[in-house]
């Protein structure tokens, strides 16, 4: 196992404005207030989704779309530095009107309403690519 002790330096309460990009509405607030790394979560509702699954045996991702609004359950994620610009690693959990729910990585969402809770830490964290897994990994 790797770790990081991380210190914590701000924390913020985010609401996503209405008909922009889930993720890309975190990754410009982490941009605009200089944050390196940091953990948040947030709940809400999307029109529209694109999760994405990774095949583990082919070490690629493959997108699901979904044209339909849908409640953001459960949100989870990370931002480190991908390429020297904030990425926001974003898993959730939504759910369809009939109360199935579908779950992964949170590639792209139109918002409808999102509240994000976010803690920044100190140290940056940095993005590399893993052999293993063939994915961009921190630590």
């Known amino acids: 196992m790797n770790y990081r002790e991380v210190t914590p ?8 404005e209405h008909g922009t990009d889930w993720r890309e509405e975190i990754e410009e607030f ?3 207030e200089g944050i390196e790394s940091a953990w948040f979560n947030a709940m809400g509702a999307v029109q529209d989704a694109e999760v994405w699954f990774y095949d ?3 070490m690629e991702y493959l997108s ?7 409640e ?4 989870v994620g990370n931002v480190a530095l991908l390429d020297g610009e904030p990425f926001a690693h974003t898993h959730a959990v939504l759910s369809r009107r009939s109360g199935q729910s579908l779950a992964g990585h949170l590639n792209a969402g139109t918002v409808f309403a999102g509240e994000v809770y976010l803690r920044a ?3 940056p964290l940095e993005r590399e690519h893993d052999a293993v897994t063939d ?3 921190w630590l």
């Open 9 to 16: 330096t701000r924390e913020f309460l985010c609401s996503l």
């Open 30 to 32: 982490a941009t605009r």
């Open 56 to 58: 583990q045996e082919d």
């Open 64 to 70: 699901v779309q979904f044209d339909e609004p849908l």
């Open 72 to 75: 953001v359950a459960a949100c």
């Open 121 to 123: 830490f100190e140290e």
């Open 135 to 137: 994915l961009d990994l």
